[in-house]
T-cell receptor
Framework: NAGVTQTPKFRVLKTGQSMTLLCAQD?????MYWYRQDPGMGLRLIHY???????AKGEVPDGYNVSRLKKQNFLLGLESAAPSQTSVYFC????????????????FGSGTRLTVV | AQSVTQLGSHVSVSEGALVLLRCNYS??????LFWYVQYPNQGLQLLLK??????LVKGINGFEAEFKKSETSFHLTKPSAHMSDAAEYFC????????????FGKGTKLTVNP
């Protein structure tokens, strides 16, 4: 059981380049999330999805786009990378709260370390 | 809106000493509260959570936390620190009863000295 898998694990981009980060989960979770982690800032929500075909903005959505074409996948795109987007990106997934909150919680991927030069 | 404040970005203890990591929350509705641990170069792993059942919650690796509504706190403790506890710890909150988003604190990095 793989859980949440993020690819790639590391990437270096030049300013202005584009890329897509892939998150895949095999737990049949409805909800998926993208966070960024920066030193001293904790985790901040970029975008999230409450089901296939739906996405919503989080706390820091600017400069990012997302898509959830399949339930198991959640893609995060950077159209024109900037040095301010240098960060560690985490994907997470969860059940819907209505599916039993006693079992509810995030399952995290291992992260993608992105450097924009 | 929900928020959490973790007091102390760095905490250092000796091996065998008490670990106390502080978390205070702000919520206009009854909260659900979580503690996550992140080991170096890894993702986040759930330690424990409070979901309005028992106020004293026991988690993995000997950690526990107590929900105190009067103090709006959910501090994480462990009676005796082990070297393997060195990691970063995050407190998180969501709206009780069900919400799709967790709001995280800024984290506390725990160092355990031999």
């Amino acid at each position: 059981n793989a859980g949440v898998t993020q690819t790639p694990k590391f990437r270096v981009l030049k300013t202005g380049q584009s890329m897509t980060l892939l998150c895949a989960q095999d737990m049949n979770h409805e909800y998926m999330y993208w966070y960024r982690q920066d030193p001293g800032m904790g985790l901040r929500l970029i975008h999230y999805s409450v089901g296939e075909g739906t996405t919503a903005k989080g706390e820091v959505p600017d400069g990012y786009n997302v898509s959830r074409l399949k339930k198991q996948n959640f893609l995060l795109g950077l159209e024109s990378a900037a040095p301010s987007q240098t960060s560690v990106y985490f994907c997470a997934s969860s059940l819907r709260p209505g599916q039993g909150f006693s079992n509810w919680g995030y399952t995290f991927g291992s992260g993608t370390r992105l450097t924009v030069v | 809106a929900q928020s959490v404040t973790q007091l102390g970005s760095h905490v250092s203890v000796s091996e065998g000493a008490l670990v106390l990591l502080r978390c205070n929350y702000s919520s206009s509705v009854p909260p659900y509260l979580f503690w996550y641990v992140q080991y170096p170069n890894q993702g986040l792993q759930l330690l424990l959570k409070y979901t309005s059942a028992a106020t004293l919650v026991k988690g993995i690796n000997g950690f526990e936390a107590e929900f105190k509504k009067s103090e709006t706190s959910f501090h994480l403790t462990k009676p005796s620190a082990h070297m393997s506890d060195a990691a970063e710890y995050f407190c998180a909150v969501t709206r009780g009863g069900g919400s799709e988003k967790l709001v995280f604190g800024k984290g506390t990095k725990l160092t355990v000295n031999p």
